[in-house]
């Protein structure tokens, strides 16, 4: 083996060896995957489920409440009602605002911070009986998490659609999904609710 090739094995040894035993440590990636982004979108919107606004006639509520985990979430939310014939339609919007909120997803503490927020703007349109129900609307905005040590925002753009599924008459319910941009990824997200 000539000089030249032997320093040449002997460089790409000590390369490798500086890689694999020493040097810097490669960083984790800081983007969620896009199945732990749909989780904490799920998580996130399950969350806001369980605040239960007061059933009133002023057309605009805000209240505040602490998360499971720590820090809190702020929601604001904006109702228009109109009826015309056989015809109703609601208009709901709501802006979700978390600060330092703490979730658990599959044993990964995640805190949300509204960046600046999440907005969802339904509307509830009925024409004669509750068979005639349909739901469209959109959700934007964003999130910043923090989770293991990673952070990022989390660009959100959905668009909503359902309807009616009586396909089991003792538990009718609403279904449909959101699709859209979640997080960087393109994805379409189930959703149903009792009817």
């Keep these: 083996m000539s000089v030249s090739r032997s320093i040449l094995c002997a460089a790409i040894t000590l390369v490798i060896g500086a890689a694999a035993c020493g040097g810097d440590p490669v960083p984790p990636e800081p983007e969620l995957s896009e199945q732990q982004a749909i989780e904490l979108f799920g998580a996130f919107r399950d969350f806001q489920g369980h605040v239960v606004f007061a059933r009133t006639r002023e057309p605009r509520q805000r209240s505040s409440t602490d998360c499971l985990l720590g820090g809190f979430t702020q ?30 997803i599959r044993d990964i503490d995640y805190a949300l911070f509204g960046s600046p927020s999440v907005n969802e703007q339904t509307l509830v349109e009925m024409v004669g009986s509750s068979d005639g129900l349909t739901v469209s609307g959109v959700v934007f905005g964003a999130l910043e998490w923090a989770a293991e040590g990673r952070s990022a925002a989390c660009p959100i753009e959905l668009t909503l659609t359902m309807e009616p599924d009586r396909s089991d008459e003792e538990n009718p319910r609403i279904v449909g999904d959101l699709s859209g941009n979640l997080c960087g990824y393109v994805v379409t997200i189930e959703v149903s609710e009792p009817l």
């Design 75 to 104: 929601f604001d939310r904006w109702v228009d009602e109109e009826s015309a014939g056989d015809t109703t339609r609601v208009f709901l919007h709501r802006q979700t605002t978390p600060f330092g909120c703490r979730l658990r």
